[in-house]
């Protein structure tokens, strides 16, 4: 398949670099992420992950390299046009709306989307697909019967739990989490990792998750890559990525097996 006929949600990175003075955050890193696969990125910390993230959907401006999402580089494109183009990106720390209720968040969201603007003659009775929509968005995350709480005055589980409501709103072809359970409870990682699962489950979409547990990124990626000083340093099926010397050395801090030991 050509690029200009790509499956939406092919994302590429291409030798995609960013320098900071002297220091090389990420170097050349290449990768492509089809449509109906979860790859985990995974690293130590300081490995560069948030940072490929961020070039990625355009909170950092790449020093060199090219970010390809379904045939077109969107490498000049701002954060939020490369939103309008398809790519989807969940903070580690929460980005909402926090004067507004949970409801009014999504809604804004589910706006966003259809490209619907609200005034005097457009007022949200007329779209009632949408309040429903919203509804049922608030409940696949648990909290619908919290619609009318300011999100500023939920806890921090909560408002990460809002952050992906709002990212589901959107429908991107590309989802990207970025430790998506930070900060919550035992109780509420469920509901997260179950929201994910049922992503994954369609198949149409592409999903990067930059994770430290190790038991989330075995059960839930079809492929790891692992960054290490800015630089790829493996890629591929996740048992044998997790398994390989080089990354028990440098991401689980193990000690590497000495021949004939």
Not at 3 to 11: E, N, S, V
Not at 206 to 235: C, F, P, Q, S, Y
Request: charged fraction near 20%.
């Amino acid at each position: 398949m050509s690029d200009t006929a790509a499956r939406p949600g092919k994302l590429e990175t291409r030798d995609l670099t960013i320098r900071f003075g002297g220091h090389v955050a990420v170097n050349g890193v290449s990768c492509t992420f089809a449509p109906g696969t979860l790859t985990a990125i995974v690293g130590p910390n300081g490995a560069g992950k948030t940072t490929y993230f961020n070039l990625i959907s355009g909170q950092l401006k790449a020093s060199a390299g090219n970010v390809i999402l379904n045939g077109r580089d969107i490498t000049s494109l701002p954060a939020s046009a490369r939103t309008h183009a398809g790519l989807g990106r969940a903070f580690q720390l929460t980005s909402l709306f926090p004067n507004l209720s949970v409801m009014e968040n999504v809604r804004l969201a589910l706006q966003s989307r259809r490209q619907i603007g609200l005034d005097m003659w457009n007022v949200w009775s007329h779209h009632r697909d949408l309040i429903e929509r919203a509804e049922q968005l608030l409940d696949s995350v648990a909290l619908l019967s919290k619609r009318d709480v300011e999100a500023a005055a939920l806890p921090h589980g909560d408002q990460r739990k809002l952050e992906v409501g709002l990212l589901m709103a959107l429908d991107p072809d590309v989802y990207m989490f970025d430790e998506p359970t930070a900060g919550m409870s035992v109780d509420e990682v469920p509901v997260i990792l179950d929201l994910i699962r049922a992503l994954k489950a369609r198949r149409d979409k592409t999903i990067l998750l930059v994770e430290h547990k190790m038991d989330v990124v075995r059960e839930l990626a079809d492929r790891i890559i692992v960054l290490h000083n800015g630089t790829l340093m493996a890629d591929g099926d996740p048992e044998k990525v997790i398994a390989s010397p080089v990354v028990q050395q440098a991401y689980l801090g193990l000690a590497p097996v000495e021949e004939n030991a």
